[in-house]
C-alpha cells in the first residue's frame, strides 16, 4: 500500500532554534500533502496544505513567517518551525493522497514528536 | 468538511465483533465517508471509506444507511491492537481535499 514516511520522529531542540521536517511519499506522487498538529489528547488540527511548485495554503491562526512549507517535489514536503518556543511543543503530523479526489484515501506519516525546551 | 457525530468511547471484549456508529446528517449527495483510525503515538490509518454501498475490505466493513445520514464501522473480530481512536469524516465535492477530524470514538479491547 502507499506509504509516507516522516522524518524525524522525535526532535529536542532548544528554545530560539529551528526545526526541520520532512515528508515524502514513497511509492507515489503527490502534488498536495497537508500538515496536521495534534496536542495531547486532542484531535489533529490542520495547519496547512502544501502545493507542489506553489505557496502553501495554511488554516487561519497559522503563522505563515513562523511554519515555513516548502514542497520541491513529487514527493517530498517539508516543515521549518522557525524560533520555535516551548508552546510549539506538540506531535506534527503530514498526510499525503494518491489520487486527487475525494475518493481517495489520505495516508499519513507516523508523526514528529517536538518538544521545544 | 461536514460535521460528523460519534460516541467519545467503547469498550468491548477481544475477539468479539465492534460496531463503531457515526452519525453525519448534514451529509450531501456526493459526500465521501471515510474511516480512519490512529494508534498512540501514530499518525491516522486509513481504514475504509464509502459513498452509498456497504464496502469490506480486509482491515473492516463499512455500513452506510439508506438515507446516508449515518454508517456503522464493523471490525469483525477485535484484537489488542484494534484500541486506537476511530475518526468518521465526510469527504466534501469542492473542499480542498483535506480531511477535518472530529474528537472521534476511543476504542479499548478488552483481554
Known amino acids: 500500500g502507499a506509504v509516507v514516511s516522516q522524518h524525524p520522529s522525535r526532535v529536542i531542540c532548544k528554545s530560539g532554534t529551528s526545526v526541520k521536517i520532512e515528508c515524502r511519499s514513497l511509492d507515489f506522487q503527490a502534488t498536495t500533502m497537508f500538515w496536521y498538529r495534534q496536542f495531547p489528547k486532542q484531535s489533529l488540527m490542520l495547519m496547512a496544505t502544501?502545493?507542489?511548485?506553489?505557496?502553501?495554503?495554511?488554516e487561519q491562526g497559522v503563522e505563515k513567517d513562523k511554519f515555513l512549507i516548502n514542497h520541491a517535489s513529487l514527493t517530498l514536503s517539508t516543515l521549518t518551525v522557525t524560533s520555535a518556543h516551548p508552546e510549539d511543543s506538540s506531535f506534527y503530523i503530514c498526510?499525503?493522497?494518491?489520487?486527487?479526489?475525494?475518493?481517495?484515501?489520505?495516508?499519513f506519516g507516523n508523526g514528529t514528536r517536538l518538544t521545544v525546551t | 468538511d461536514a460535521k460528523t457525530t460519534q460516541p467519545n468511547s467503547m469498550e468491548s471484549n477481544e475477539e468479539e465483533p465492534v460496531h463503531l456508529p457515526c452519525n453525519h446528517s448534514t451529509i450531501s449527495g456526493t459526500d465521501y465517508i471515510h474511516w480512519y483510525r490512529q494508534l498512540p503515538s501514530q499518525g491516522p490509518e486509513y481504514v475504509i471509506h464509502g459513498l452509498t454501498s456497504n464496502v469490506n475490505n480486509r482491515m473492516a466493513s463499512l455500513a452506510i444507511a439508506e438515507d446516508r445520514k449515518s454508517s456503522t464501522l464493523i471490525l469483525h473480530r477485535a484484537t489488542l491492537r484494534d484500541a486506537a481512536v476511530y475518526y468518521c469524516?465526510?469527504?466534501?465535492?469542492?473542499?480542498?481535499?483535506?480531511?477535518?477530524f472530529g474528537s472521534g470514538t476511543q476504542l479499548t479491547v478488552l483481554p
Open positions: 469524516i465526510l469527504r466534501t465535492s469542492g473542499s480542498a481535499r483535506q480531511l477535518t
Open positions: 498526510s499525503a493522497s494518491k489520487g486527487d479526489t475525494i475518493n481517495s484515501p489520505l495516508h
Open positions: 502544501s502545493n507542489e511548485g506553489s505557496k502553501a495554503t495554511y
